[in-house]
Structures are given as structure tokens and as C-alpha cells.
């Protein structure tokens, strides 16, 4: 229970403690299809975001043109992704999300999903709005702490 006027240090150490449990939970889903937890994430990333090319995938992600490669190997052998080359410019090859698959993914999370959507019936719409703006938030300040980090390992 969580004491009635929780500091910031109780947000800061809980949000930890809640990224620590979905990145658990995201590798017990990646290890169900033979994934990690990453590569997992890294496919939500090429469905949301379309048809990428390698080197937009490196952008988005910070990994490397190596690295983004045998991701790209690992999850076409999943079944999750495929490449393919567009017949406008065939130097490029264009990486898209199979549907069909990322819906099995979805399947092995469906559970987790209405707890999730049960928690959150718990909250008045504007606790629910206060807690999606301070997500919003916390996810922008993360991505760019993981810029910065990457800019700085090269």
C-alpha cells in the first residue's frame, strides 16, 4: 500500500520498480515466440511506424547499421517483419511489420492487457487524463536520456 502522500522519491523509485516488471513481462513475451524483450519492442516500433528501411530503423532506434541488421535477421526468421524491395527504387528494401503475427504477439499479451484496462477504471477521466500526460512526458524525457546516452557512447 502505498503511503497517502507519496514523494517523489516514492514516484521515481515505484516508476522504477513498474519499468523493471513490463521489461520482465516483455521477455517472458519475446521468450514465448523466441525473441527477446527488446527485439520485441523494436517490432512494435517497425508496425507503428510503417514500412522503415534499415537505416531509418537506426535512427529511430540509435542502434547501430550492424546491430539493426541482425535485428532485422531475427525477427524476419520470426515471422514478424518482412523485407521487401519497392519496384520504384530497388536499391532500397523497406521493412514492414507481418500483422498477422504482430497479432499473435498481442494474443500472449491480451491478458495483461485488460488488467491494465481494469486498473485504469479505477481513476476518475481526470486522474486517467493526469496519468497520460505524465506518461507523455515521461516517455519524452526517456528518449531523450537514451539520445543522449547513445550520443555519447559514439
Known amino acids: 500500500m502505498s503511503p497517502p ?3 517523489h522519491q516514492d514516484l521515481i523509485t515505484n516508476g522504477r520498480h513498474a519499468s523493471t516488471a513490463v521489461v520482465f513481462f516483455y521477455e517472458a513475451v519475446g ?4 525473441l527477446s524483450a527488446s527485439d520485441i519492442k523494436y517490432a512494435e516500433i517497425i508496425m507503428r511506424n510503417g514500412p522503415v528501411t534499415a537505416g531509418q ?3 529511430i532506434t540509435g542502434l547501430t547499421s550492424g546491430a539493426v541488421t541482425g535485428l532485422i ?4 526468421v520470426s515471422g514478424l517483419v518482412q ?3 519497392p519496384r520504384e527504387d530497388r536499391r532500397r528494401v523497406l521493412i514492414s511489420a507481418i500483422p ?3 497479432d499473435h504477439v498481442a494474443q500472449q499479451m491480451q491478458q495483461f492487457i485488460g488488467a491494465h484496462e481494469e486498473l485504469l477504471n479505477t481513476f476518475s477521466q481526470e486522474q486517467v487524463a493526469l496519468i ?3 506518461i507523455i512526458k515521461l516517455a519524452a524525457l526517456t528518449e531523450t ?10
Do not use: W
Open 100 to 102: 498477422e503475427q504482430m
Open 145 to 154: 536520456a537514451t539520445q543522449n546516452l547513445s550520443q555519447n557512447s559514439h
Open 73 to 76: 535477421d531475427r525477427l524476419e
Open 132 to 134: 497520460n500526460t505524465y
Open 31 to 34: 521468450q514465448s515466440i523466441g
Open 57 to 59: 530503423l537506426g535512427i
Open 5 to 7: 502522500h507519496p514523494t
Open 83 to 85: 523485407r521487401r524491395v
